[in-house]
């Protein structure tokens, strides 16, 4: 019973996470950007939940998030809902079979996981509805410093996750 209530305040305090990072990324209060560069801070924290978690969790958590943040920005609905939950569950296999459970592992995911959904952004929002010197705009001074910039911003949220894990989980190594 211990274990059902510790995983039930683990996603409590994830959920909560989530919707503070959705709030920060898509309010026009203040901004995160730095010049073109908005970082993906949902993504960033999604990657670090799924790397302590299962895959049918990650797939969830993506598919959850994503339906939040669809709620909210400007793209086609359902992109990020069925982006994110690929993303989670591809993260979560490749973290399980591939990489290391570790901070540098979790940088190299989340700039794949992020290369990979503002490519598919582009794809479906740019890609045929502008001029190649748009496009390239786009790629060149948005969506490549967005994966630097979310890469380095999914440290703080590795380190989180894995004292969260931690706390509630003694023995996940």
């Not at 211990?2 to 995983?7: E, T, V, Y």
């Not at 459970?101 to 700039?111: D, E, K, T, Y």
Request: glycine residues 2%.
């Amino acid at each position: 019973m211990k274990s059902r209530k510790n995983i039930f305040i683990l996603r409590l305090i994830n959920i909560l996470l989530f919707f503070v990072l959705i709030f920060i990324q898509y309010n026009s209060v203040f901004s995160i950007k730095i010049m073109h560069a908005n970082p993906m801070l949902p993504l960033a924290l999604l990657i670090a939940v799924c790397m302590f978690c299962s895959e049918l969790t990650a797939a969830i958590s993506g598919l959850i998030v994503g339906i939040f943040i669809d709620s909210v920005a400007a793209t086609p609905q359902g992109f990020n809902a069925i982006t994110l939950m690929v993303l989670g569950l591809a993260a979560a296999l490749i973290i399980r079979h591939l990489f290391n459970n570790n901070v540098f592992s979790s940088v190299a995911l989340c700039a794949l996981c992020t290369a990979v959904y503002f490519l598919l952004r582009f794809i479906f929002m740019f890609a045929f509805s502008s001029s190649l010197t748009e496009s390239l705009t786009y790629l060149m001074r948005t969506a490549f410093p967005s994966v630097l910039y979310t890469a380095a911003l999914t440290i703080p949220f590795y380190y989180l996750e894995r004292a969260l894990y931690n706390k509630f989980f003694k023995s996940y190594n």
